[in-house]
């Protein structure tokens, strides 16, 4: 039933990885390999197990512990093969926590003895350490010298559950726990035994501030004991399955690769198309290969961008040499602001340079302009916090931070109030049709652009967005935030600003000096209207395929139960 449905599990989400789980399920469950009755059975190997213990403790090699509590029938949780016997962890091998040298002693750090941290176990078999300790840590700390074959687990935090088997003589802190198993017990078999462990040992270590299981908690863990010689043959199953594991994830990678190159490649030539006709035989091509391209939802946000890409470059609808052209709109915007100013209701700002021909990222379709942001929209900052000034007249306002302002959209799940004069508030407090543009964040999120429409009653920004209003009856702020969100302005917002090593910011001459293209009135409002419509078929898209990803994801767990 599994190798016949290989391929849905390995694409379905996280279908191998699941898949892995399940192999590690049967093979500790005796589900994988079959029995042989001719081979000694675990109960004769453990009372080996039991004579070496006794041996090892009269000779002073360990020490005698406390007797493990018996196996109750509770404790079982599976039917166990003729030739496997319950037993406890605990009885199965010498374990022992490590622990932390003091750091306010030099003399304990920079040895020869590799000393492992947690989180450190990140392949099945460790060799070298971040930290070295003395002889010194070792004789004065508590400290446990394990042997090279010896399984360690991590026992701490994100950590829990991890493991590897040593190939050097090394200690551990005491985030880890060592076992060096007995005569009886491989140690490749006792790390495939952890590794399908794992989820239990997570479930037990849950419930606290953090994480965590102890020594005690992993030696009284009850396990499936098989034969010496079927422990063999069940780890080099798993090895082969495991192998097999890893060839699906590469394909699966790789073809997910690929699709991503043919999407944008075949995406990538519909906006850098000169003149309709070419655009319109882009178009066919991609078409054609519709169900090819648009079969995961990640395909179709690239189709999304592709769609905006179009819209702003105006390639989306056809132009109309009936509707009134940009430069006549732009006039008119102008002298409204004029007006304003006249009025003394909006301050005359700096005239800003004209657009040089390197600056414009597009040729525009006849009938557009090209314009600077800032001579059409009064661009401001928001409210500083924290500011030591009296306030002769206070009042709350709540306010919008970086976090509020996504792309698209305004989240205001999570709101904070500010303190204001009153005098103040109608300098900060937004209205309906505001465009609110980030200054900074992760470099791909600076200038990320949402509208805001009133969404509450009263309502201003920080000082780490900025809020551009329009001046005139003429201006479209939809179009605006389509354009501010599109790859083009986002590639002038990256090449523009200031970087650190992983924040990115524009100041205000930055966001004002965008070259912003204007497209006739009428023409913006078809634009708008056409990639709602478009980008509304591709929410629809993007959903029934993530429906359909859910709906493969729930058969691949139930060819895995039905394994189970």
Avoid at 129 to 154: F, K, P, Y
Avoid at 351 to 373: H, M, N, R, S, T
């Amino acid at each position: 039933m599994l190798l016949s449905n290989l391929n849905l599990l390995a694409t379905a989400p996280d279908g191998v990885a699941k898949l892995r789980e399940l192999i590690l399920t049967l093979a500790v469950q005796g589900k994988l390999v079959p029995q042989d009755p001719s081979e000694e059975p675990a109960s004769e190997l453990l009372k080996k197990i039991r004579t070496e213990k006794d041996r090892l403790i009269a000779e002073r090699k360990i020490r005698r512990l406390k007797p493990l509590d018996p196996i109750d029938e509770s404790e079982t949780g599976f039917a166990l093969p003729s030739t496997w016997e319950w037993e406890r962890l605990g009885n199965l091998g010498d374990w022992g926590a490590g622990a932390t040298p003091s750091r306010s002693n030099s003399s304990y750090y920079g040895g020869d003895i590799p000393w492992f941290k947690s989180g450190e176990l990140n392949a099945d078999f460790l060799s070298e350490s971040e930290e070295t300790v003395t002889d010194a840590a070792l004789r004065d700390c508590s400290l446990r010298l394990n042997q090279v074959g010896d399984v360690l687990i991590a026992m701490y935090g994100a950590t829990i559950g991890k493991t590897a088997i040593l190939s050097v003589i090394a200690t551990t802190n005491q985030a880890v726990c060592a076992c060096t198993p007995f005569a009886g017990l491989s140690n490749t078999y006792l790390l495939l035994l952890m590794k399908a462990l794992k989820p239990y040992f997570i479930s037990i270590g849950a419930g606290g501030a953090q994480p965590n299981i102890s020594r005690e908690k992993v030696i009284a863990t009850v396990i499936g004991f098989p034969p010496l010689a079927e422990q063999s043959r069940i780890v080099t199953r798993v090895e082969e399955l495991m192998r097999l594991c890893d060839a699906l994830e590469a394909k699966a990678r790789l073809e997910a690769t690929q699709h991503e190159q043919l999407v944008r490649t075949l995406l990538s030539t519909l906006p850098t198309s000169s003149t309709p006709e070419e655009l319109t035989d882009h178009w066919h091509r991609v078409a054609t290969h519709f169900d090819l391209l648009l079969d995961r939802p990640e395909a179709v946000d690239t189709l999304e961008q592709t769609i905006l890409q179009l819209a702003v470059r105006g390639l989306l609808v056809p132009q109309d040499p009936q509707d009134e052209p940009a430069s006549t709109l732009l006039q008119k915007i102008r002298a409204e602001k004029d007006r304003l100013i006249a009025e003394g209701k909006i301050k005359r700002d700096k005239p800003l340079p004209p657009i040089a021909e390197d600056e414009k990222p597009f040729e525009l379709p006849q009938g557009w302009e090209w314009v600077k942001l800032g001579e059409i929209v009064v661009i401001s900052s928001g409210v500083t916090l924290g500011r030591k000034t009296a306030i002769p007249s206070p009042i709350s306002l709540p306010y919008l931070r970086v976090a509020n302002v996504q792309r698209w959209h305004l989240n205001l799940a999570s709101m904070k109030d500010v303190v204001i004069d009153s005098s103040e508030l109608e300098r900060f407090q937004l209205v309906h049709g505001d465009l609110l543009i980030t200054e900074g964040g992760d470099w791909d999120k600076v200038g990320r652009t949402a509208i805001w429409r009133d969404e509450i009653p009263s309502c201003g920004h920080q000082n780490h967005i900025f809020k551009a209003r329009g001046t005139s009856s003429q201006w479209n702020p939809v179009w605006a935030e389509m354009y501010l969100n599109s790859a083009v302005a986002r590639a002038y917002f990256a090449s523009s600003a200031k970087q650190t090593t992983n924040l990115a910011s524009i100041n205000m001459t930055q966001l004002k000096d965008c070259a912003f293209p204007m497209p006739p009135l009428a023409e913006q409002s078809r634009i708008v209207a056409r990639v709602a419509s478009l980008r509304a078929l591709c929410a629809d898209l993007r959903q029934r395929l993530t429906a359909a990803r859910t709906q493969q994801a729930l058969l691949a767990e139930v060819l895995i139960g039905e394994a189970a």
